[in-house]
């Protein structure tokens, strides 16, 4: 396993510790492979200096399109539309890459193959807002260690796709066994700003263009806390306390401002971003466990003019779910992990429950190969913490934790996350309560297209890596 | 006080630990899962007296005078046996001075004993407890040495002692992570393995050696005898030795076959050279540790008569050594007719030693995937309970609801497999245990974020 910036998790016996090491207490200096071009604007002038990075076309654009499915109607299963939503006995129209309709027994379906879905629930697909697939991906060698460009406090002109290595066989155990549509990548939590993040559809693919999800904005990585000033104050610079990752922040975020209220022609990556992030097409994904750095955080965004989207491991964020809620900030958390670090020690399992009583957006996420394959479990957890403790939460309202909450706080909940007319069809078939332990996904919708069914062993993807492999095309 | 009255002295500790106010109950209109592998049954009927369970299951007489709980709508089964977990020995994994699960710098492997470090008041102890672990196995992580050193049995009890059974086994680390302790390669890893025991079988024989004084065994209050020379001042024993005297005297019994040997390996070739080595020393009594591809070995295994603590669904190729890895690895073990637990939950992530009845559940889902191979509720719950309670050498008397076991037994909200579930009563030896910890006291005080009247440290 390898959580990339909140620790390893895997028993030490059945991985290598040093990689434990590697994320957690030594981080990730050591094994920093200099992948990324650290170009700060020097150069000779070319033709597309003479317009702004914000004008000019995206670079790296995705080269996704669906794949062909049939028009398909799910009927007869229990249906959480992802947006707190439940249908009994419902019925979901798919046919084109999009949900055309979603209702009860009444929807008519002619014209479309009928599955039928007794005894199953759907779902919109999982959506994973906090991944390291690709960018630190299986097998977990040094040679793979591509996540944190730990040679500066801050890079916000790295871009997560840059490390994405489409061949990670995680991608398809997130599919087969989580369900998972859409997730975002994002570099790792080595430095205060880590770079862009790449949101991508759970498509294999022979390039990450070929993966990337069309028209979903970017989302900026930062990191609160210890990862930052371990780092770097064990290299002996700056920032090697909370004070100083603060003073970086603010004084990258000053220049940043100077940047982008210029003429902004002169290329400069990381300011880009930066700008981009001020402008408001560029969603900050904060890495950040205490409470009281949240709110610290929160208040530094309001003096640079920005919005924080969503706080990520947010452990403590149910001893501020007010201030939350007030500044429309997500938690993205784990449902139960703790302990780890010292910033990790107030853990609870309640935290999520006690987010939702408070009014405040809450968002499951894995930041692990494993985890990402039950994220519906870790959310069920989370709810029967909730109401263990008096808190009951409708199963309606835990399927949008994985599903609509993430969309929105990924900035494409326009698109996808939710089962209504229009949006892609992104939806899962599971063969039991999606919230019980005992069910898994039977089938897996892709903007339409079939990309995964448990009862066809040739629908399931396998890597290049794997091919030729012991156990390749297992049920794994 | 010198070592052996430190030794003695542990040990009369561990012998005074026992039960404080063991209470005599009848469970009845329970649904009961005995852990012995075989499914719940409803409307059942648990009876614990002194400490000990009397009976378990469908048309047990309720004895007289005893106090009757009405179980309905709960289930009741026995505390959960976690294996191989660093319990006791941290407070924080990240935070390094609070964290003796190994010991990178240390002069000894073998020798190493992870008793005088078990900390009973850990707040991850009490959040096994009360996650329904009432014992566990406590292993010391191999980072000096290829070889971790003494692990030990524990219990959950919120007392002043974790201890059941120190030095209950050998810790050696073979594959890929035991070559870089040994210098780079598998061959370095066998070859030290090798000398060691074979160093330590000549130490425990070879009276000549100086030292040793009286070659008769010392009492150490467990019932695997210890090496005199563990605990002596004499340290000549020839120049062509690698191991330090502490590490021989302490592989002396694993080579005797006194004391298990635990094996980490993942690899299903490296599987195979584990299971080779008895024929070079016949009496290893191995347990094979992680085994990623032991479906692909499952035959030789089950042949060999090793048992099997497993990675309970590791599927993803993350290492060279594990490229097979499966969710199915475990049932198809046993399908083979291997003796598998579930074990090596050592952190506070995903592998939280409270995780494992998830684990469990999800191997039963596995029987609804095709192609996959999954275990039946009571086999999976087994896995959890009596198994890794039979391979720490308690079955019969952990992990089981047969008469005459410990009074380990908790009581649940619903199915324990299922993750919406959680205790509501736990048991250590019929001690019925606090469920409170820090999480719960955060939980409490964050009820609400009311500071009208007062800060939140006032609320308490």
């Known amino acids: 396993m390898t959580n990339k910036g909140a620790v390893q998790a895997a028993p030490f016996f059945f991985g290598d510790p040093m990689k434990q090491l590697r994320f957690s207490i030594i981080a990730a200096l050591a094994f920093v492979a200099a992948a990324c071009s650290t170009t700060n604007g020097e150069g000779p002038k070319t033709a597309s200096d003479t317009q702004t990075a914000k004008d000019a076309p995206t670079p790296f654009p995705s080269t996704y399109n669906r794949y062909p499915g049939r028009p398909t109607a799910l009927v007869g299963a229990t249906v959480y539309d992802g947006n707190g939503g439940r249908i009994d006995n419902g019925t979901v129209l798919l046919r084109d890459g999009e949900v055309v309709a979603i209702g009860d027994a009444a929807l008519a379906t002619d014209g479309y193959d009928r599955i039928d879905g007794t005894g199953k629930f759907v779902t919109p697909g999982i959506i994973d807002i906090h991944s390291h697939l690709g960018d630190y991906p299986s097998p977990s060698v040094d040679a793979h260690s591509d996540g944190n460009e730990a040679t500066s406090p801050t890079t916000p002109e790295v871009w997560a796709e840059h490390s994405v290595w489409p061949q990670d066989p995680g991608f398809s155990r997130a599919l087969a066994n989580g369900g998972i549509t859409s997730l975002q990548i994002l570099p790792g939590s080595a430095n205060l700003m880590g770079g862009r993040s790449a949101t991508l559809k759970n498509v294999p693919a022979r390039t990450v263009q070929g993966m990337k999800f069309p028209g979903a904005p970017y989302g900026f990585k930062m990191a609160c806390g210890e990862n930052p000033k371990r780092v770097y104050g064990g290299k002996g610079r700056m920032p090697s306390t909370r004070m100083g990752n603060f003073a970086v922040n603010r004084q990258t975020w000053l220049d940043a401002k100077t940047y982008a209220d210029g003429d902004r022609k002169k290329r400069d990556l990381a300011k880009e971003t930066l700008a981009g992030v001020l402008d408001g097409d560029i969603l900050v994904h904060n890495h950040c466990y205490r409470a009281d750095e949240m709110a610290l955080v929160m208040d530094m965004a309001k003096e640079m003019g920005y919005k924080v989207s969503a706080f990520h491991h947010a452990v403590e964020s149910y001893k501020i779910g007010d201030l939350l809620k007030e500044n429309d900030v997500c938690s993205a958390i784990w449902a139960d992990w703790y302990g780890f670090k010292m910033e990790s020690y107030d853990g609870i399992q309640e935290n999520g429950a006690l987010l939702w009583k408070a009014g405040a957006c809450v968002v499951i996420h894995s930041d692990d190969e494993n985890g990402i394959q039950r994220l519906n479990q870790e959310a069920a957890k989370a709810q029967a913490a909730g109401r263990r403790m008096g808190i009951d939460i409708p199963d309606a309202e835990v399927v949008r934790w994985i599903t609509l909450n993430a969309a929105k706080a990924m900035g494409i909940d326009d698109m996808t996350g939710s089962l209504e007319a229009g949006k892609m069809a992104d939806v899962v078939l599971w063969n039991g309560d999606p919230l019980s332990v005992y069910s898994r996904p039977e089938k897996v919708w892709i903007d339409g297209a079939l990309m995964y069914d448990a009862n066809d062993p040739k629908r399931r993807p396998i890597s290049d890596f794997e091919l030729g492999q012991p156990g390749a095309g297992d049920v794994k | ?460």
């Open chain 2, 1 to 460: 006080m010198n070592a052996r009255a430190l030794l003695l002295a542990a040990a009369a500790v561990t012998a005074c630990a026992s039960p404080a106010a063991a209470q005599d109950m009848v469970i009845t209109n329970a649904t009961v899962a005995t852990g012995d592998g075989s499914d719940p049954v409803q409307g059942a009927t648990v009876v614990v007296r002194s400490g000990r369970v009397v009976a378990a299951g469908q048309g047990v007489a309720v004895p007289a005078g005893m106090p009757v709980v009405d179980g309905t709508g709960r289930w009741v089964t026995p505390g959960i046996f976690a294996s191989l977990t660093t319990l006791g020995l941290f407070d924080v994994g990240g935070v390094q001075e609070s964290n003796d699960s190994g010991a990178r710098n240390s002069p000894f492997g073998a020798a190493l004993d992870v008793a005088p470090a078990l900390n009973p008041a850990s707040q991850h102890v009490a959040v096994a407890r009360a996650s329904g672990i009432t014992r566990g196995s406590v292993y010391s992580q191999p980072s000096s040495s290829i070889f971790g050193g003494q692990g030990a049995v524990v219990d959950m009890g919120a007392d002043s002692t974790m201890l059941v059974r120190p030095r209950a086994f050998q810790m050696v680390v073979l594959g890929e992570y035991g070559a870089r302790l040994a210098g780079g390669s598998r061959t370095s890893a066998h070859a030290l393995f090798r000398n060691s025991l074979r160093e330590a079988r000549q130490y425990g024989s070879d009276a000549r050696i100086t030292g040793g004084g009286a070659r008769g065994q010392v009492s150490t209050g467990d019932d695997i005898p210890v090496d005199t020379r563990m605990i002596d001042n004499a340290a000549n024993r020839g120049d062509d030795v690698l191991l330090t005297r502490f590490d021989a005297a302490a592989l002396v019994p694993v080579v005797r076959g006194e004391q298990k040997l635990y094996v980490v390996v993942e690899r299903a070739a490296d599987i195979r050279n584990v299971l080779a080595l008895r024929q070079e020393f016949p009496r290893l009594d191995m347990v094979l540790v992680g085994v990623s591809e032991g479906w692909l070995a499952a035959r030789e295994i089950a042949a060999a008569g090793v048992p099997v603590i497993a990675d309970p669904l590791d599927d993803l190729p993350s290492s060279f050594e594990q490229l097979g890895a499966t969710q199915s690895n475990v049932g198809r073990m046993i399908a083979a007719g291997v003796k598998v637990a579930l074990g090596g939950l050592s952190g506070t992530t995903g592998d939280q030693p409270k995780n494992l009845a998830q684990y469990a559940g999800n191997l039963v889902a596995l029987t609804r995937v095709p192609g996959a191979t999954g275990l039946s509720w009571g086999q999976a719950f087994a896995t959890i309970t009596s198994i890794p309670a039979s391979i720490a050498g308690y079955g019969g008397r952990f992990g089981t609801l047969t008469a005459g076991a410990a009074g380990d037994m908790v009581i649940w909200d619903g199915d324990p497999l299922e993750v919406s579930s959680a205790p509501v009563t736990v048991y250590i030896d019929g001690v019925e245990q606090p469920l409170d910890n820090h999480q719960s006291g955060l939980r409490e005080r964050y009820r609400d974020l009311d500071e009208s009247q007062m800060p939140k440290a006032y609320d308490w």
